[in-house]
C-alpha cells in the first residue's frame, strides 16, 4: 500500500513547482541566509568563547561575563536564532511563491 | 486496530486535543507526587515511594505505548508524519537528553568548572546546524530512516549501507550507556542487583516502542519530558529559594558564584581547589573547541534526532520543530550549572574545613552508597578539599538532600533520571531496529515484503537489538561516558558530510560521497582503537573523545576530491536535489528509484 503522501503530491507529472530562473533566485536567497546563521554560529559558539579569560573581568549579578557567555549567553543566542531562522526562511518561501500548500 | 473509521477519529480527537491531554496528564502528575508528600508524612517508608515512583511512571509509559499501537507502516516509521512542531519539539527534548545530560551534566560541571561548559555549549549549539543545513530538506524528501537518504541522493544500495553500518556503531554504543544508566537508577531506587535492574529497564524500553513504532515513542517521550523537566527544575528552585530567597536558581547563582571565588582563595582547608569561572584549567583551548566542534557535528548527525524531524507535517514545521527542540533542551541546559554552583557553595561551606565528626547528614548518606568518599589523611580530624571526594552523579541526585527536601523529591529526580534514560534508549533503539528492518530487510534483502511482514520483522529485530545491548550493558563496559562521547564523534566522521554535501553542494557524486563515508568512518576509529587500546601516542595532544576533529575533515576532504574525479551526477539526480529544495512541490525521484512505499 503507497503510505506517503510526497509522492502522490507531486503535481504536473513531477515537474518542477517553479521556473529555473525563481529557482535559482530562491535558492541563492536561501543560501545567503544559512551563511549568516552560520557565521552567527561561529561566533556564539566559538568565537566569543577564545575571549573567555578577559571577558571574566566583567561582573554582572555576581556573573563573571566570560562565564556566563559560556553558560547561558550562547545559548540564549542559539534559542533566539532558531526561531528568527524559520521565521525569516518561512518569508523568503512566500516571497518566491515556493511555501507548502 | 489504528485502521478502523473509529480508531481514526479517535486518534484525530486526541491529536486536535493534545493540549488538554498533556495539561491533564501533567496535573495528574502534580496530584501523584502530592498524594506521595503526603502519604510521606503519614509514616509510609521511603522504600515504598521509591517503587510508587519507578512502578507508577513506566506503567504510565507503558499504557501511552499500548493505545498508541499500529499496523500501518507509516504510523510505525514516522508517526503518520501528523506530530505538530511543540510536540515534536518536547519529544526530541527527551530523545536527546538522556542519563548522561539528567544525572551526569551538572556533575561534570562541579567537577570540572569552566571547561566542563563544553558540554553545555557542544550539546545545544548543534541544533543551529540541524535546522539551517538538514531538518527541513530531509524532511522535504520524506525518508523514513536516514539511510533513505543516503540510498536515494547517492543512487544506489553501497552509499545506504555504509549509512546503515555508520549508524549502527554510533547508535549501539550510545544506547548501551542508556540501558547502564537505567540499571543503575532502578538498581538504587527499587534495592535489587544491578544484572536484575537492567533487564527490568529494558521491559520498560520495549512495552514503549515495540507495539507503536515511532507513534508510541513520539507521545511517550512527550509523557517523558514533562516529568523530567519537573524532576530537574523543582529541587533546585527549592534549593536556589532556600539559599538566596529567591526562587529563580539561574539567575541567582551568580551570588554563588562570586562566594564561591571568595571561599576558595580565603578558607584554609580549601587549599588546592581549582577555579571554578578560570577557562582552560583541565582541557587546553584545542580540546576545549575540539569537544564542542565534535559534539556540535555529532549532533546534526545521529540518526535518532535526524529523523524526530521525518514526522513533522510539513517542511515550514520541521524548522519550527528544531527551534521548540532547543528551547526544551535549552532549560535542563542553562540550570545545569545552577545546580554545579549551588552544590558546590554548600561544599566549601557547610563541608571542607568541618570537623569529620560532624558532617551535614547527606554527606553520610551519600559516603554510605559510595559515591561521596571521606578520608582523613592527615589526620586532624578536620576536613581538607583533598580528603572529599565525590561522584559526579551524585551531585544532581543528592540536591534534594542537601537542600533539606522531603524524601518525595528525591523519589522525583529518581523518576525524572528514569525517563531521560528511557527516552532516549527508545529513540535509539527505534533507528537501529527501523535501519535494520527498513534499510537492510526490505530495501536490499527483500523488497517484495508486504506491510505485515516489515513490521513483524521491523517488532523481532527491535526486540534482538534490545536483548543484545542490554547483554552488553550488564557486562559492565568500562568508560561508558566517553562511549557517549565516542558516539557523536562516529557519527559526525561517518554522516555529516555525506547528508550536508547531498544537499547542498550538487555536484557530490556517489563514488565521493562512499569515499568519504569510508574515509571520515576509518579515521576516526583508527583513532580512537589506537589511541585506546594500542597506545599510539595523541596528534598534537587531541584526546581521543574528540577523534571526529580528524574524521570530519578527512570525510570531506575526501568526499570533495573524489566527487571532482568522477563525472557530475546526472541531470535527472540535479533536478532531485532541486526538489528537495524547494519546499513547494512533489519528490522527483531519479528514474529507476522506487518511490518510497
Known amino acids: 500500500m503507497p503510505l506517503v503522501e510526497d509522492v502522490k503530491e507531486s503535481r504536473g507529472g513531477g515537474g518542477p513547482a517553479i521556473d529555473k530562473a525563481t529557482g535559482d533566485a530562491y535558492w541563492s536567497k536561501t543560501s545567503s541566509l544559512m551563511w549568516t546563521m552560520l557565521v552567527i554560529w561561529l561566533v556564539a559558539g566559538f568565537g566569543i568563547h577564545f575571549f573567555a579569560s578577559s571577558l571574566n573581568a566583567i561582573k554582572i549579578l555576581g556573573f563573571p561575563l566570560g562565564f556566563y557567555m559560556a553558560a547561558q549567553g550562547s545559548l540564549i543566542i542559539f534559542v533566539v536564532m532558531l526561531f528568527w531562522f524559520a521565521k525569516r526562511q518561512n518569508s523568503i518561501d512566500e516571497e518566491f511563491g515556493v511555501e507548502e500548500e | 486496530m489504528s485502521d478502523t473509521p473509529a480508531a481514526k477519529a479517535a486518534s484525530g480527537d486526541f491529536l486536535s486535543n493534545l493540549g488538554k491531554v498533556y495539561g491533564l496528564y501533567t496535573g495528574g502528575f502534580a496530584g501523584f507526587v502530592l498524594v506521595l508528600a503526603l ?162 529497564g529494558l521491559a520498560g524500553i520495549l512495552v514503549c516502542s515495540m507495539l507503536g513504532g515511532m507513534r508510541a515513542v513520539t507521545w511517550t517521550q512527550v509523557a517523558q519530558y514533562i516529568i523530567l523537566i519537573i524532576a530537574y527544575l523543582l529541587p533546585v528552585v527549592l534549593l536556589s529559594a532556600k539559599v538566596t530567597g529567591v526562587p529563580v536558581p539561574q539567575l541567582m547563582y551568580g551570588q554563588a558564584l562570586e562566594q564561591i571565588e571568595i571561599l576558595r582563595t580565603t578558607k584554609e582547608a580549601l587549599a588546592g581547589a581549582p577555579s571554578h569561572i578560570t577557562p582552560f584549567t583541565t582541557y587546553d583551548p584545542l580540546n576545549f573547541f575540539g569537544l564542542i566542534f565534535c559534539l556540535m557535528i555529532g549532533t546534526a548527525s545521529l540518526p535518532h534526532i535526524l529523523m524526530r524531524y521525518f514526522t513533522t507535517p510539513s517542511v515550514r514545521d520541521a524548522r519550527q520543530s528544531v527551534a521548540w527542540s532547543l528551547f526544551f533542551i535549552f532549560l535542563l541546559y542553562f540550570t545545569a550549572p545552577a545546580y554545579a554552583a549551588f552544590a558546590k557553595l554548600e561544599v566549601f561551606t557547610n563541608v571542607i574545613g568541618s570537623p569529620i565528626a560532624s558532617l551535614p547528614d547527606w554527606v553520610r548518606i551519600w559516603s554510605n552508597i559510595g559515591l561521596v568518599r571521606v578520608t582523613d589523611m592527615n589526620g586532624d580530624g ?216
Open chain 2, 382 to 597: 578536620i576536613l581538607q578539599f583533598r580528603e572529599f571526594v565525590i561522584n559526579a552523579d551524585a551531585i544532581v541526585l543528592a540536591t534534594p538532600e542537601i537542600a533539606g527536601l522531603p524524601y518525595v523529591i528525591a523519589g522525583l529526580v529518581a523518576a525524572g533520571g528514569l525517563a531521560a534514560a528511557l527516552s532516549t534508549a527508545d529513540g535509539l533503539l527505534l533507528a537501529i531496529a527501523n535501519a535494520l528492518s527498513h534499510d537492510i530487510y526490505y530495501r536490499m534483502i527483500d523488497p517484495n515484503a508486504n506491510a505485515k511482514r516489515r513490521l513483524t520483522m521491523a517488532r523481532i529485530l527491535l526486540v534482538i537489538v534490545a536483548i543484545v545491548a542490554a547483554w552488553v550493558a550488564s557486562t559492565r563496559p568500562a568508560g561508558i561516558l566517553a562511549m557517549v562521547a565516542w558516539a557523536f564523534s562516529i557519527a559526525a566522521s561517518g554522516l555529516f558530510p555525506a547528508l550536508v554535501m547531498g544537499v547542498w553542494w550538487k555536484r557530490t557524486t556517489t563514488a565521493g560521497a562512499v569515499a568519504g563515508m569510508v574515509a571520515g568512518y576509518s579515521v576516526c576509529l583508527f583513532y580512537l582503537i589506537g589511541t585506546q587500546y594500542m597506545g599510539m601516542p595523541l596528534w598534537f595532544g587531541v584526546r581521543n573523545i574528540s577523534c571526529g576533529l580528524f574524521g570530519i575533515p578527512a570525510a570531506f576532504l575526501v568526499t570533495y576530491v573524489v566527487s571532482l574525479m568522477t563525472p557530475a551526477p546526472s541531470a535527472a539526480m540535479q533536478d532531485f536535489i532541486d526538489s528537495i529544495r524547494t519546499p513547494r512541490g512533489g519528490v522527483r525521484l531519479v528514474a529507476g528509484e522506487k518511490a518510497l512505499d
Open chain 2, 39 to 200: 502519604l510521606e508524612q503519614m509514616g509510609v517508608p521511603n522504600q515504598i515511594i521509591g517503587y510508587l515512583f519507578v512502578f507508577l511512571t513506566i506503567g504510565v509509559y507503558a499504557l501511552i505505548g499500548y493505545l498508541s499501537r499500529t499496523a500501518q507502516v507509516s504510523e510505525y516509521y514516522v508517526a503518520g508524519r501528523k506530530v505538530p512542531a511543540l510536540y515534536n519539539g518536547m519529544a526530541t527534548g527527551s530523545d536527546w537528553m538522556s542519563a548522561a545530560s539528567f544525572i551526569g551534566m551538572a556533575g561534570t560541571l562541579y567537577l570540572l568548572g569552566y571547561d566542563g561548559l563544553a558540554f553545555v555549549l557542544g550539546w545545544t549549539g548543534g541544533y543551529v546546524l540541524v535546522a539551517i543545513l538538514l531538518a527541513p530538506y530531509l524532511r522535504k524528501f520524506g525518508a523514513y530512516t536516514v539511510p533513505d537518504f543516503l540510498g536515494a541522493r547517492y543512487g544506489g544500495n553501497l552509499a545506504r549501507l555504509c549509512g546503515v553500518i555508520v549508524l549502527m556503531s554510533a547508535s549501539f554504543t550510545y544506547v548501551v550507556a542508556q540501558i547502564f544508566g537505567t540499571g543503575i537508577i532502578a538498581s538504587r531506587f527499587l534495592g535489587i542487583s544491578f544484572e536484575v535492574a537492567v533487564f527490568v
